[in-house]
């Protein structure tokens, strides 16, 4: 069956980077388009960033973009979030998924396998 498992979360000062990983199997992954998305505490989940199966087109939201990076390794099975210059307001559990349906990139309704997620607490 398909798995997603993310790492690379934890515990970081303002200011700092971590690089998230997700590791996928159980699926033909270069075919998949995948995203991140991540769900502050109390709030819903929210996009975070995109990369396309295969020219690697990318896009992010408006408030990581600058100190997000997304990519993949299609050798690896692996998509990775480098997060730069993180904030208190970027804590929150991160989740990787593959996008499986018709719906914007942005739309969450596009994504079908999800990971368990990693936390990324930012403190001030």
């Known amino acids: 069956q398909v798995q997603l498992v993310e790492s690379g979360g934890g515990l970081v000062q303002a200011g700092g980077s971590l690089r998230l990983s997700c590791a996928a199997s159980?699926?033909?992954?270069?075919?998949?388009?995948m995203g991140w998305f991540r769900q502050p505490p109390g709030k819903e989940r929210e996009f975070v960033t995109f990369?396309?199966?295969?020219?690697?087109?990318?896009d992010y939201a408006d408030s990581v973009k600058g100190r997000f990076t997304i990519s993949r390794d299609n050798a690896k099975n692996t998509v990775y979030l480098q997060m730069n210059s993180l904030k208190p307001e970027d804590t929150a559990v991160y989740y990787c998924?593959?996008?499986?349906?018709?719906?914007?990139?942005?739309?969450?309704?596009?994504?079908?396998?999800w990971g368990q997620g990693t936390q990324v607490t930012v403190s001030s």
């Open positions: 998924a593959t996008r499986g349906r018709s719906y914007t990139y942005k739309d969450i309704r596009g994504y079908d396998y």
């Open positions: 159980g699926l033909t992954f270069s075919t998949y388009a």
């Open positions: 990369i396309s199966r295969s020219t690697g087109s990318t």
